[in-house]
């Protein structure tokens, strides 16, 4: 299994250095920094997608849901291509540490990402419902 993070700018690389700190390098993590020059987002998707890993299950990492490389993205779902829409440092985790997973477990795995996120104010400060770092991993 092969996974693919490509976003507008450099967000895909902040992801992977991000994780290579937190997780460790991984040779199945493949990012593709979109519109930072003349090249095609496309051509380099359909090389990993169709030459490179042609016979492997991929997924794909999207920034922006509906966004112009979701979008290119989306051209390659199939039998062995899935695309996850929104990615954050979490949910590349999450994903990351399933090793192969199936579409159910990525649904699961957007749910758990979903109340990670957190508004925190000095109200909700005061009210010390914070996690702890027991609560990290």
Do not use: W
């Not at 693919?4 to 040779?27: C, D, F, P, V, W």
């Not at 993590?29 to 090249?39: C, E, F, P």
């Not at 949910?91 to 979903?114: G, H, W």
């Not at 109340?115 to 000095?122: E, K, V």
């Amino acid at each position: 299994m092969q996974f693919i993070i490509i976003t507008h700018g450099k967000m895909a690389s902040g992801i992977q250095s991000s994780l290579n700190l937190l997780i460790g390098e991984r040779h199945d993590l493949h990012v593709i920094d979109a519109y930072l020059d003349d090249s095609d987002p496309e051509e380099k998707i359909a090389d990993l997608v169709n030459v490179r890993f042609k016979d492997e299950k991929i997924v794909i990492m999207t920034d922006l849901y509906g966004g112009s490389v979701n979008r290119i993205a989306t051209k390659y779902i199939c039998n062995r291509v899935t695309v996850v829409a929104g990615i954050n440092l979490v949910l590349a985790m999450e994903i990351l540490f399933m090793n192969e997973p199936s579409a159910e477990e990525m649904e699961d795995a957007v749910k758990v990402c979903r109340d990670q996120m957190r508004l925190i104010t000095a109200d909700s400060l005061k009210a010390d419902n914070q996690p702890g770092e027991e609560d990290f991993f």
